[in-house]
């Protein structure tokens, strides 16, 4: 069978808006692009309040890629030694993928962060992936909207982890994301951009409260 990522994609997205309008709350995606470079996440999902980043593969087989990503490995290894980064980091930076036909999800560092993926020479403390906190997406979905356990950070520490992603991990100069996304309150589907995270939380807060 084809190794179909974007299909994974599709699904878990629409699953996760589903349940979002099930519990009457827009669900935003913002698809990261070339930024995933440095980000190692492909989406960054918000309830307009709160944010997590994604990283989305095919399947079990193909989180072992990771490896060929030097960021990556910074990561794993700059989360041994910052314990606030990296209680941050499990709130909020997941990797999802097929697992025995389902949409599986985990904590990024519970999959890519130990020696299985980097080798028994890499200097990281973990052996192998933590499998027991896989989650399948209708309990991740769940645990997303009601923050137990947290799936997602408010927008301050949301933007001190991702500093520290970025500045620390992958030596970039960027201080946030830049996000495009349709203005859902239009009818038309126009396309509306933001510099930062801040800039697209605000938005998010006055299209929020003009709708209340």
Same mark, same amino acid.
């Not at 201080?175 to 995270?197: A, N, W, Y």
């Given at each position: 069978m084809?190794?179909n990522e974007q299909?994974v994609?599709d699904?878990?997205?629409?699953f996760?808006k589903? !349940?979002?309008?099930?519990? %009457?709350?827009?669900?935003? @995606?913002?698809?990261l692009?070339?930024? /995933?470079i440095?980000t190692? #996440?492909d989406?960054?999902?918000?309830?307009?309040?709160?944010?997590?980043l994604?990283?989305?593969?095919?399947?079990?087989?193909?989180?072992?890629?990771?490896?060929?990503?030097?960021k990556?490995?910074?990561?794993?290894?700059?989360?041994?030694?910052?314990q606030?980064?990296?209680?941050?980091?499990d709130a909020?930076?997941f990797i999802?993928?097929?697992?025995?036909?389902?949409?599986?999800c985990?904590?990024y560092?519970?999959?890519?962060?130990? !020696?299985e993926?980097?080798? %028994?020479?890499?200097?990281? @403390?973990t052996?192998l992936?933590?499998? /027991?906190?896989r989650?399948? #997406?209708q309990?991740?979905?769940?645990?997303?909207?009601?923050g137990?356990?947290?799936?997602?950070?408010?927008?301050?520490k949301?933007?001190?982890y991702?500093?520290?992603?970025?500045?620390?991990?992958?030596?970039?100069?960027k201080?946030?994301?830049?996000?495009?996304t349709h203005?859902?309150?239009?009818?038309?589907?126009?396309l509306i951009?933001?510099?930062?995270?801040?800039?697209?939380?605000?938005?998010?807060?006055?299209?929020?409260?003009? !709708?209340?």
């Amino acid at each position: 069978m084809i190794q179909n990522e974007q299909a994974v994609i599709d699904s878990f997205n629409d699953f996760f808006k589903q !349940r979002a309008r099930d519990r %009457n709350i827009n669900l935003r @995606s913002f698809p990261l692009s070339g930024q /995933d470079i440095i980000t190692g #996440a492909d989406y960054l999902f918000s309830d307009e309040t709160k944010f997590a980043l994604v990283e989305f593969k095919y399947s079990t087989s193909e989180i072992s890629r990771e490896r060929h990503k030097s960021k990556r490995f910074t990561l794993c290894k700059l989360l041994e030694e910052n314990q606030q980064m990296k209680k941050y980091h499990d709130a909020c930076h997941f990797i999802i993928f097929k697992y025995e036909k389902k949409v599986s999800c985990n904590i990024y560092r519970y999959e890519v962060c130990n !020696r299985e993926i980097w080798g %028994n020479n890499c200097g990281l @403390s973990t052996q192998l992936p933590n499998d /027991d906190s896989r989650v399948f #997406a209708q309990k991740f979905t769940e645990e997303f909207f009601t923050g137990n356990p947290p799936r997602s950070l408010p927008v301050n520490k949301f933007e001190a982890y991702l500093k520290w992603l970025l500045n620390e991990t992958s030596k970039s100069s960027k201080q946030s994301l830049e996000l495009l996304t349709h203005d859902q309150d239009l009818q038309e589907c126009r396309l509306i951009g933001f510099k930062s995270v801040r800039e697209a939380y605000n938005w998010m807060q006055k299209s929020k409260k003009n !709708r209340d």
